[in-house]
């Protein structure tokens, strides 16, 4: 059976959307599918329809779900999945700042509408919004990215037909917009922060700054992963400790295990770090004995490590995890050509030590530059 069904829009007399009534055998129900198109379209619809009625491959129409609804059970399959506590705080972070709220007066709630009526221009309607309302580009990258996790696990479950937001693009950053502050410290600068840092502090900000691993990596490291009795010392990452999750987690991929080699001036203080503590168990705990905290680190330690070091309030909004100290100033303090440093941290060339960390400034640039001529 085919029904009309027009839309408002429809100019009189012609009808753009169908029901085809199909009986179920298994539910002993009329199932009502709505097609969009011409009356062949639901003819054909109908076809297919009773075809599968009689190779026994009907299971009837796809079972209706909100975007709200598909957006809470895929956040259920990531927390059933072991994903990190991290990435679920964003997924409702985003949820409930940005895509479940009304974007804008004239567009409709993306909650409570049916997943599988929404439309690639919907969304894009929504992102436009959410933009003219002040939204950073980061911001809106952040949500899209979100929405597309979420249709793609609707489209895996078979809750919608196609995946609208499949290849969606990211909008392009502008510049001069408002961004985290990522700065970093110059080599005056962190000369005069490691001149005030108790030992503790120095061993922990020194890991941090001239290393180069996250500081969960770092918060996870153990003693028995710290090799500094060898020619070249080294530690190895193999977990990473998640502050909000209160828990560890291993690397995401098989490169996150890897060896991190350290300087002899590093392996020096962590040498005299690992004579206070014992050498058993994590090799930066709380007073607990437990993983630090980054909020607490950051609170109780980093921002009073800073002002006694005489830096301004403002300057301390930098992140501990973003210090960075030069090749230059390295080579300095342990008198060797950047050229022996290279081969010291298995860097392959001065280039590559130039740049293996991305945050230095340019003046660091140009006195590493300057050692090694």
């Keep these: 059976m085919i029904k009309r069904a027009p839309l408002k829009k429809d100019p009189k007399g012609s009808c753009s959307r169908w029901h085809v009534v ?5 539910t002993k129900k009329y199932d009502w599918h709505t097609v969009r198109g011409t009356r062949d379209d639901a003819k054909a619809f109908k076809r297919k329809a009773e075809g599968a009625k009689a190779n026994g491959d009907y299971t009837g129409p796809q079972e209706r779900k909100t975007f709200e609804e598909v957006a809470n059970l895929c ?85 919608v037909s196609t995946n609208i937001m499949q290849r969606y693009p990211k909008l392009r950053r502008v510049e001069g917009e408002p961004t985290a502050n990522r700065g970093v410290f110059t080599e005056g600068e962190l000369q005069a922060i490691f ?18 691993p996250r500081p969960g990596e770092i918060y996870a490291l153990d003693w028995s992963a710290v090799y500094l009795d060898v020619e070249k010392p080294y530690f190895r990452i193999e977990r990473t400790w998640c502050s909000k999750g209160f828990r560890f987690y291993p690397p995401k991929t098989a490169a996150g295990k890897r060896t991190v080699p350290i300087s002899a001036w590093l392996a020096d203080v962590l040498r005299e770090h690992r004579a206070r503590s014992g050498g058993v168990g994590l090799v930066f705990p709380s007073e607990a004995g437990t993983p630090l905290n980054k909020a607490n680190v950051r609170k109780r330690m980093w921002i ?70």
């Design 22 to 26: 199909v009986y179920n055998k298994e």
């Design 304 to 373: 009073p490590l800073l002002k006694r070091a005489k830096y301004p309030t403002a300057i301390c909004t930098r992140c501990v995890g973003r210090l960075s100290v030069s090749p230059a100033q390295v080579a300095k303090r342990l008198s060797m050509s950047l050229e022996s440093l290279a081969k010291r941290v298995a860097s392959s060339s001065t280039r590559s030590t130039l740049t293996r960390s991305t945050r230095v400034w340019p003046v660091s640039v140009r006195a590493s530059r300057g050692a090694s001529a």
């Design 195 to 212: 001149e005030k840092a108790t030992p503790f502090e120095l061993a922990l900000t020194g890991t941090l700054g001239i290393s180069g």
């Design 75 to 159: 956040l259920d399959d990531r927390r059933a999945n072991n994903r990190r506590f991290s990435t679920l705080e964003e997924y409702e972070t985003e949820l409930k700042l940005r895509l479940l709220p009304q974007a804008k007066e004239n567009l409709p709630k993306l909650g409570p509408r049916n997943i599988r009526n929404i439309k690639r221009a919907d969304m894009k309607n929504h992102f436009n919004a959410l933009r003219k309302n002040g939204n950073t580009v980061s911001q809106v990258n952040k949500a899209i990215k979100v929405a597309k996790s979420i249709f793609t696990y609707a489209f895996d479950s078979e809750y």
